[in-house]
């Protein structure tokens, strides 16, 4: 495995070598604790300001609006659980069938401690209905949570719309934009969304560094309980190298979205258009809907992913079955089977995620090797299911 293929940009991304660039002064002899009164904590003060204020404008909001966090997970948790704990007289939650894990099993242990939680269904293509949505909230709704883009099949939700429907009801919506950020545009004065997790290394930022944007006047209970760090929405001292890496890595990405944006999407396409072109018996989940210009999903009839997988690892290419989080069982992805996949073809999904790294000549090898390695994978579940 000389020179590995990584297509797996939906489960994490490498760091930038700006963004390490970046970080190691901080990991050096800048390691002052922003909070302390002398100089080698004010100084960092102003480091933890440049990174917020370069989020903040990668996602259009004010600096004041972004609350540094440890991730995606956290920032799910902390909206939910922040607004749950702000209306406590509410006991409904409308989610989706599709959400990442930290929002469904969140709602799921939500479910045990008694609350209401409604999940919207998905048409085959993973679309969402408008009408659902509207019909499910009620008096007792205490938040809607909704996923921006979906991890597995890249399809974009339309949040513009969604947050219309929140506001006209006045229901508080949080939305999951770990994979829109730095992906598509974002840009939260265009909406009325109340709460957005972001998280660091989808974007080629460390792992364990995002943030939530808490739309200003937003009221919420924090989940720890500290200093006034983070005005006291999220104390503890900062991880000011990850910080400063978030904040360069989004600066980045405002600068590569727009001519990235088509770069990619043509290679995806390309890879897409070649998959069904020399493979037979292949399905593009998503693919009436808007997606996120890196992400292929594809059933492989009469596969079985693990399989297909293991075989593409074998020749370089590192991809996933769907969902990195839930992968080390062998279940189909809940996404899939919500979109109404049937379970024996969703059993041979795989997730191919591109990113600003990934090189022309990239697709083309794997446009090659893979026919032959379905084949293979083909024939070795063929002879599974007879042995
Ligand atoms: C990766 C991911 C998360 C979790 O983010 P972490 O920073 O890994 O905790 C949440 N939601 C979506 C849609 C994701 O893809």
């Known amino acids: 495995m000389t020179d590995t293929l990584y297509l797996d940009n939906n489960a994490t991304t490498r760091v930038a070598p700006e963004v390490r660039e970046a970080i190691l002064p901080f990991l050096g002899e800048r390691y002052g604790n922003p909070s302390s009164p002398h100089h080698f904590g004010g100084s960092i003060e102003a480091d933890l300001t440049l990174a917020r204020n370069r989020l903040a404008s990668l996602v259009g909001c004010s600096p004041k609006e972004i609350f540094f966090t440890s991730g995606g997970t956290e920032s799910d948790n902390l909206a939910i659980r922040g607004i749950l704990a702000s209306h406590p007289d509410r006991r409904h939650i409308v989610t989706t069938q599709v959400e990442h894990s930290a929002v469904l099993v969140q709602c799921r242990e939500l479910e045990k401690q008694g609350f209401r939680v409604t999940y919207l269904p998905v048409d085959s293509d993973g679309g969402l209905k408008i009408a659902d949505l509207e019909e499910a909230i009620d008096e007792e709704t205490a938040l809607v949570s909704i996923m921006w883009a979906n991890n597995e099949t890249g399809v974009?939700?339309?949040?513009?719309?969604?947050?219309?429907?929140?506001?006209?009801?006045?229901?508080?919506?949080?939305?999951?934009?770990?994979?829109?950020?730095?992906?598509?545009?974002?840009?939260?004065?265009?909406?009325?969304?109340?709460?957005?997790?972001?998280?660091?290394?989808?974007?080629?930022?460390?792992?364990?560094?995002?943030?939530?944007?808490?739309?200003?006047?937003?009221?919420?209970?924090?989940?720890?309980?500290?200093?006034?760090?983070?005005?006291?929405?999220?104390?503890?001292?900062?991880?000011?190298?990850?910080?400063?890496?978030?904040?360069?890595?989004?600066?980045?990405?405002?600068?590569?979205?727009?001519?990235?944006?088509?770069?990619?999407?043509?290679?995806?396409?390309?890879?897409?258009?070649?998959?069904?072109?020399?493979?037979?018996?292949?399905?593009?989940?998503?693919?009436?809907?808007?997606?996120?210009?890196?992400?292929?999903?594809?059933?492989?009839?009469?596969?079985?992913?693990?399989?297909?997988?293991?075989?593409?690892?074998?020749?370089?290419?590192?991809?996933?079955?769907?969902?990195?989080?839930?992968?080390?069982?062998?279940?189909?992805?809940?996404?899939?089977?919500?979109?109404?996949?049937?379970?024996?073809?969703?059993?041979?999904?795989?997730?191919?995620?591109?990113?600003?790294?990934?090189?022309n000549e990239e697709i083309e090898r794997v446009l090659e090797v893979m026919p032959g390695l379905v084949e293979k994978a083909r024939r070795l579940s063929k002879r599974m299911e007879r042995g």
Request: hydrophobic share 40%; with cysteine.
């Open 156 to 359: 974009i939700f339309p949040i513009e719309e969604i947050s219309r429907v929140c506001r006209e009801r006045e229901v508080p919506l949080h939305v999951d934009g770990v994979q829109a950020v730095g992906k598509i545009p974002v840009n939260l004065a265009n909406t009325s969304i109340d709460l957005m997790a972001i998280s660091g290394h989808k974007f080629h930022a460390p792992k364990g560094v995002g943030a939530i944007y808490i739309r200003s006047g937003f009221k919420i209970k924090p989940l720890f309980w500290g200093g006034n760090q983070e005005r006291g929405r999220r104390p503890g001292t900062e991880p000011v190298p990850f910080i400063v890496g978030l904040g360069k890595a989004a600066q980045l990405a405002e600068e590569c979205l727009d001519h990235e944006f088509d770069r990619i999407r043509v290679l995806r396409d390309e890879l897409e258009k070649g998959f069904l072109k020399k493979i037979p018996e292949v399905w593009v989940n998503g693919g009436g809907q808007p997606r996120l210009p890196n992400t292929l999903s594809a059933c492989f009839e009469g596969v079985e992913g693990e399989a297909l997988l293991m075989l593409m690892d074998q020749n370089g290419i590192a991809a996933s079955s769907g969902s990195a989080c839930l992968s080390h069982r062998l279940e189909p992805s809940h996404v899939l089977l919500a979109m109404g996949v049937p379970e024996e073809i969703a059993k041979g999904a795989v997730r191919l995620g591109l990113s600003r790294y990934t090189e």
